[in-house]
Nanobody, 120 residues
Framework: VQLQASGGGLVQAGGSLRLSCAAS????????MAWERQRPGAEREMVAS???????QYWNPVKGRFTISRNNEKKMVYLQMNSLKPDDTAVYYC???????????????WGQGTLVTVSS
């Protein structure tokens, strides 16, 4: 199973970016999907998550600015980021809880990360 994240880049404060992440490989189903980030000099932190049924959760600092969504048929998860701040500068990682075959336990996979830089 591979997760491929894309959509990062350089944006000015107040701007928007949309991250995408595609899952591929031996996949029977995907449970939770999520976005995490690692800011310079900091620990990795959860940003947002979404269940297979579409229930979302957000880390408080991004509530009201970021929106997570997914397309189950395409095995993709997205992160729409609006009103970006310099403090949002980080490498963003997608995460998926994948069931590779019916009856197996889910396994967590992470993408390679995509860099988001917000200039002031």
């Amino acid at each position: 199973v591979q997760l491929q994240a894309s959509g990062g880049g350089l944006v000015q404060a107040g701007g928007s970016l949309r991250l995408s992440c595609a899952a591929s490989g031996s996949i029977f189903s995907i449970n939770n999907m999520a976005w995490e980030r690692q800011r310079p000099g900091a620990e990795r932190e959860m940003v947002a998550s979404i269940t297979s049924g579409g229930i979302t959760q957000y880390w408080n600092p991004v509530k009201g600015r970021f929106t997570i969504s997914r397309n189950n048929e395409k095995k993709m998860v997205y992160l729409q980021m609006n009103s970006l701040k310099p403090d949002d500068t980080a490498v963003y990682y997608c995460n998926a809880e994948v069931v590779e075959q019916r009856g197996l336990l889910p396994i967590n996979y992470w993408g390679q990360g995509t860099l988001v830089t917000v200039s002031s």
